[in-house]
């Protein structure tokens, strides 16, 4: 019985976190090199969404600290910073908040079919610390589950950031020299 509740419950949790849209894999410009990088800077982020949402301008730096976090864990770079001076052994990854739409969880819980959506857009670039040329690019796209409920309700920008960050450091492992083992 234990069983059943415990599977239940990592079901459970999986679809909360879960959402529409998606986080694209890294795109690598033409001759882009890759696997060379053992550091990492994540840069501030460009804010091009709606001012007027209240979280919105913070977001950009706000998913740039969970990307260092992500990436970090992950642990394929020597080291990870914010900010920092970038070398020519250094990945920097940054980009645009295109939209950051908190929605309202109410209006999600009870009407659904799209009704008080939440929304997280960013185009990430991994560019070359030592020539600075953009050596490739994602695009998240995060929205709220449509038809409404609890699932739809605890879905925010910030959880959308979380996940877009974790496929992020993931695709970041490609450009680390631990790749190329």
Not at 122 to 149: E, H, P, Q, Y
């Amino acid at each position: 019985m234990k069983h059943i509740i415990s599977s239940i419950a990592l079901a459970a949790s999986a679809l909360i976190f879960s959402s529409c849209g998606s986080v694209s894999e890294v795109a690598p410009t033409t001759g882009a090199t890759v696997n060379k990088y053992s550091k990492v800077v994540v840069k501030d982020f460009a804010y091009k969404g709606d001012t007027s949402e209240v979280n919105g301008p913070a977001s950009s730096t706000t998913f740039p600290r969970i990307i260092a976090s992500e990436v970090t864990k992950k642990g394929a770079f020597t080291s990870v910073s914010q900010n920092g001076k970038a070398g020519s052994d250094s990945l920097i990854i940054t980009g645009d908040v295109t939209r950051y739409v908190a929605g309202n969880a109410a209006l999600r819980m009870m009407v659904g079919f799209g009704a008080g959506s939440s929304y997280f857009d960013a185009d990430v670039r991994f560019i070359d610390g030592a020539s600075g040329k953009v050596i490739g690019t994602m695009k998240a796209d995060k929205n709220s589950w449509g038809l409404g409920g609890g699932l739809a309700s605890g879905q925010t920008p910030e959880t959308f950031m979380q996940g877009s960050a974790k496929k992020i450091a993931e695709e970041s492992f490609k450009f680390s020299k631990k790749a190329a083992n």
